[in-house]
């Protein structure tokens, strides 16, 4: 009897592990920096996504906040690879370890260049599957804010991904109004003087 109830334990906990997707965090990351309601979030940023990726519906999709580890399975039996993709945890875990590493390298310029090298946070939006297709592929851009609380010493960090294709429409209204207001100005002084 129970050799048996060891067999089927053994056997329900392969079969349910064939079904979870092992995400392994990328070396030098410390999750223990990462507030747990930051990790709540990540958790739920992955199960929303995780559906649009599947376009549709989902046969499982769990995260587990204290580990970081995740399942994300389609309808169809299939295991999207989500790393490609903005909110998801992998996408979190990178952006995050690019600021671990960049707070591990201060004043070392050469040091925070192979941290910007080394992170490849995905840049896909999930939500757009469904709309429209794409053939191009967006970059990342990392930026990176300090601050520093003097009152206890604690530094925290927070990094942002823009996407440069997005930005670009900004950036390119931006120049271009500038122009037009140093021309409008010197128009304007040109007929004063």
Not at 156 to 174: C, D, K, L, R
Request: with cysteine; charged share 10%; hydrophobic share 35%.
């Amino acid at each position: 009897m129970r050799a048996s109830v060891v067999y089927l334990s053994t056997l329900a906990t392969a079969v349910l592990g064939s079904n979870s997707t092992t995400y392994t965090l990328p070396a030098g990351f410390n999750i223990g920096l990462v507030k747990p309601d930051e990790l709540n979030s990540w958790c739920l940023g992955q199960r929303n996504v995780c559906p649009q990726i599947c376009e549709g519906g989902t046969k499982q999709n769990t995260c587990d906040p204290k580990s970081l580890q995740f399942s994300c399975i389609c309808s169809d039996g299939t295991t999207p690879d989500v790393a490609p993709y903005v909110q998801t945890v992998p996408f979190y875990v990178c952006e995050a370890n690019f600021g671990q590493c960049i707070n591990a390298h201060p004043d070392d310029a050469d040091g925070q260049k192979a941290c910007k090298e080394a992170a490849q946070c995905g840049s896909k939006n999930a939500s757009s599957l469904s709309t429209t297709t794409s053939s191009s592929s967006p970059s990342t851009t990392m930026s990176l804010t300090t601050s520093t609380d003097s009152s206890s010493s604690e530094t925290s960090s927070s990094v942002a991904a823009a996407s440069t294709t997005t930005n670009a429409a900004i950036a390119m209204g931006e120049s271009y109004s500038t122009g037009i207001m140093a021309g409008a100005m010197f128009l304007a002084a040109r007929m004063f003087l």
